[in-house]
């Protein structure tokens, strides 16, 4: 999850991480959620895809977090300049070997544009996806981890 406030929207992205190619499953875009609504929304999907979910904790996702019982499988996905580069790197990896399959439009059109140098641009349906790419199967992760956000 790419967690947003007032102007960013939060972003959460499961895929189907059990063969290849990975499967984008379930997509939403909630657009000035307060912390409340962004933490329901990780629950609900917790229950419909149990499974390791991955939450981007710094800045605005740390108050969403502690809103997250702790018996749920919510790990914190800690953003920083080399974290992003490997997520966005592992998700490049995957698309140009064709082994992830993703129709959101929204996404398909934020990857389209995206760059770099993204601050200017709208960039959180790919920074969850890059999250969700960077994780699946990782001997780090549990063996039960099936779903990734």
């Not at 996702?61 to 974290?83: N, W």
Request: glycine share 4%.
């Amino acid at each position: 999850w790419d967690i947003g406030r007032r102007h960013d929207p939060t972003v959460g992205i499961t895929i189907d991480s059990t063969s290849k190619p990975y499967q984008l499953v379930k997509y939403e875009r909630l657009l000035r959620a307060p912390f409340a609504q962004s933490a329901a929304a990780i629950i609900r999907r917790c229950a419909e895809y149990p499974g390791t979910h991955l939450v981007e904790s710094n800045n605005t996702g740390d108050p969403v977090l502690e809103l997250i019982p702790e018996r749920l499988h919510v790990l914190p996905f800690v953003t920083s300049a080399a974290s992003k580069a490997n997520a966005l790197t592992s998700l490049i990896t995957l698309v140009e070997n064709y082994e992830l399959k993703a129709g959101s439009e929204q996404l398909l059109s934020e990857l389209r544009s995206y760059q770099w140098d993204d601050k200017n641009l709208q960039q959180d349906s790919v920074m969850a996806l890059a999250i969700a790419a960077s994780t699946p199967n990782k001997p780090d992760y549990p063996p039960r981890c099936r779903w990734i956000n």
